[in-house]
């Protein structure tokens, strides 16, 4: 069985998509030899994403850019000369858009379908292009990995794809979330960015899915209501449509109290998630939801929204709520900061949660779709 894998994106971005290739490639090299793999690299890409040491794995660059409106062609002019030489049987795109021709089979991940659920939350540069990639795409595909089962039933609800054709393979947190750190590196990183610790902590990209202003009308409460002096930490890059966040701040007199850092690496989020009260995630959607669960690795307790994938991601190991109850979000979060052995009864069971999904699980999981015949 040869294997195509698509890698190209992390060249471009380095985001939840770029990291669950690059570990899902890692996993793969760590099952007994059942396959080759063909690792398809941006030519531009410095670096190597293939498992060290292991024969069964190579490397191909790629000319044709990710998210190009001619992509799905451009990819399988470039997959020709691979069947002419070894052929490619199955072609995986973990960013979910497959060539139009070129391999036996043809596998996409789909991650989320925020676009169908809430338009409005994206540009209308980045509607016109899900809307006119997704429907052909999932057609296309010989069979589709969902990250949740949320996503799947979306699928399966929205798009109309079978459900024979949709199977659910949960993936897993970067290996940096799960470590050990001596305390004195945690201080060291909450000192040198100025955060303090025990904040209420929400990570993710500044856009309009992720409902911001809502947390920081919470946190206005939170310091009027409760008296709540800590910060509220933002981490994360401005996306798109973020504007409506920095006027909240700057309406409420929030411009002190809350602290918006960018550019952090995946070692001092570890730390940060280590040295805050809560984690505060109250996403409007969520196709997974790596923060909640980067989190609890870390044992710090969660406040999750109740939408999407994320109540199967964080189980009975964190408050739901609804993402717009402002008052069910003020209560929560007060009874976390406030509670020290509530807090610790939520962080304990985020462990045992965090421990259900592993890389070795999502590599098994994969391996055995690529193994299945077509379902169509």
């Not at 570990?23 to 060290?52: D, M, N, V, W």
């Not at 190009?68 to 995986?92: G, K, Q």
């Not at 609800?157 to 079978?162: A, F, Q, R, S």
Request: with cysteine.
């Amino acid at each position: 069985m040869h294997i195509g894998i698509d890698c190209r994106l992390p060249t471009y971005q380095m985001g939840g998509i770029s990291q669950y290739t690059i570990h899902l490639i890692q996993a793969l090299g760590e099952l007994p030899i059942s396959a080759h793999y063909t690792i398809f690299h941006s030519r531009r890409e410095k670096r190597s994403f293939l498992p060290e040491g292991k024969g069964n794995f190579s490397r191909s660059d790629m000319y044709t850019p990710c998210h190009h409106p001619l992509e799905r062609y451009a990819l399988s002019i470039e997959l020709l000369r691979h069947r002419l030489t070894h052929e490619v049987e199955i072609f995986h795109s973990p960013d979910f858009i497959p060539p139009a021709f070129g391999a036996r089979r043809r596998i996409i991940t789909v991650h989320d379908l925020t676009f169908l659920y809430y338009p409005e939350f994206l540009t209308a540069e980045s509607r016109r292009y899900y809307a006119d990639q997704i429907e052909w795409a999932v057609s296309t595909a010989d069979h589709i990995i969902a990250d949740s089962e949320a996503t799947r039933i979306d699928l399966i609800n929205l798009l109309g794809v079978p459900a024979s054709r949709v199977t659910t393979v949960h993936m897993a947190v970067n290996p940096i979330y799960t470590g050990t750190y001596p305390l004195q590196e945690i201080h060291k990183t909450v000192a040198d960015l100025g955060v303090g610790e025990g904040y209420i902590l929400g990570v993710g990209t500044l856009e309009p899915r992720k409902n911001w202003p809502m947390l920081l009308k919470v946190y206005d409460m939170l310091r009027r209501d409760y008296r709540i002096t800590i910060p509220l930490v933002l981490v994360g890059g401005k996306g798109w449509m973020y504007e409506e966040i920095f006027d909240t701040i700057s309406r409420l007199g929030l411009d002190s109290n809350v602290l918006h850092l960018s550019g952090v690496s995946d070692v001092q989020l570890a730390h940060l998630y280590r040295a805050a009260g809560v984690l505060a995630f109250p996403s409007h959607y969520e196709g997974f939801g790596l923060p909640a669960l980067e989190a609890m690795h870390a044992g710090c307790p969660v406040v999750a929204s109740n939408r999407g994938s994320l109540p199967e991601v964080v189980g009975d190991a964190a408050i739901s709520l609804d993402p717009d109850d402002l008052d069910g979000w003020v209560m929560a979060l007060n009874r976390v900061l406030r509670d020290p052995e509530y807090a610790q009864s939520l962080a304990l069971a985020g462990l045992n949660q965090a421990r259900k999904f592993t890389w070795a699980n999502t590599a098994t999981a994969t391996v055995a779709i690529y193994a299945a015949g077509s379902t169509r």
